[in-house]
């Protein structure tokens, strides 16, 4: 399986932006890149994936490096909801399910 | 409800007695998912469903666990004869994989299991 590198935490303000970054070198033509967050004492939820180009949804958005060995997963304007981890995950797109392995994730900790 | 919906949502149990736990997932969705996740650490992969059949059990921890699913639609994680380490939130997640697999994966909201 491609591995992902994030940093294991990040820390910012109510109202800022916030970028969080993910490393993956190894990343081959076919994996999509996946981005989940985890609330306290939640499930996961979907947030965001890309392939190549950069997307856009109401929730963040995802820039993709032009090699696609990084990327960037960006809220907006972080709000104190949006304190979680953050998991990115690459994926090949397949026919049928496949398993998504959870790394360790970026914890995001947002101040008033 | 338009979710996936787990149960027992808490569940104590003593040591060496067996229990299940539920997972109905959201209507039309092939794929469904058992993850566990022990206190303060990340989530681990146990098994996962294309319809009925399970094509990855290999993150079952012991053969004390074992998991079904029926009809394509509700499954059940059975562990037997459990012990304190077995502690932990089990989630389960469902996907609309019936094509190509988009990596969007609808998780409910676990079943806290406690072996005293």
């Known amino acids: 399986d491609a591995k992902t590198t994030q940093p294991n935490s990040m820390e910012s303000n109510e109202e800022e932006p916030v970028h969080l970054p993910c490393n993956h070198s190894?990343?081959?033509?076919?994996?999509?890149i996946h981005w989940y967050r985890q609330l306290p004492s939640q499930g996961p939820e979907y947030v965001i994936h890309?392939?190549?180009s950069n997307v856009n949804n109401r929730m963040a958005s995802l820039a993709i490096a032009e090699d696609r060995k990084s990327s960037t997963l960006i809220l907006h304007r972080a709000t104190l909801r949006d304190a979680a981890v953050y998991y990115c995950?690459?994926?090949?797109?397949?026919?049928?399910?496949?398993?998504?392995?959870f790394g360790q994730g970026t914890r995001l900790t947002i101040n008033p | 409800g338009a979710g996936v919906s787990q149960s027992p949502s808490n569940k104590v149990t003593e040591k060496g007695k067996d229990v299940e736990l539920r997972c109905d997932p959201i209507?039309?969705?092939?794929?469904l998912y058992w993850y566990r996740q022990s206190l303060g650490q990340g989530l681990e992969f146990l098994i996962y469903?294309?319809?009925?059949?399970?094509?990855?059990k290999s993150g079952l921890p012991s053969d004390r666990f074992s998991a079904e699913r029926t009809g394509g639609s509700v499954s059940t994680l059975t562990i037997q004869r459990t012990q304190q380490e077995d502690s932990a939130v089990y989630l389960c997640?469902?996907?609309?994989?019936?094509?190509?697999?988009?990596?969007?994966?609808?998780f409910g909201e676990g079943s806290r299991l406690t072996v005293l």
């Open positions: 997640a469902s996907s609309p994989s019936g094509g190509a697999f988009t990596g969007e994966l609808f």
């Open positions: 190894t990343i081959s033509g076919t994996d999509y």
């Open positions: 890309g392939l190549t």
């Open positions: 995950i690459l994926l090949p797109l397949i026919q049928g399910a496949q398993k998504l392995v």
């Open positions: 209507s039309g969705h092939t794929a």
């Open positions: 469903f294309q319809g009925n059949s399970a094509p990855d």
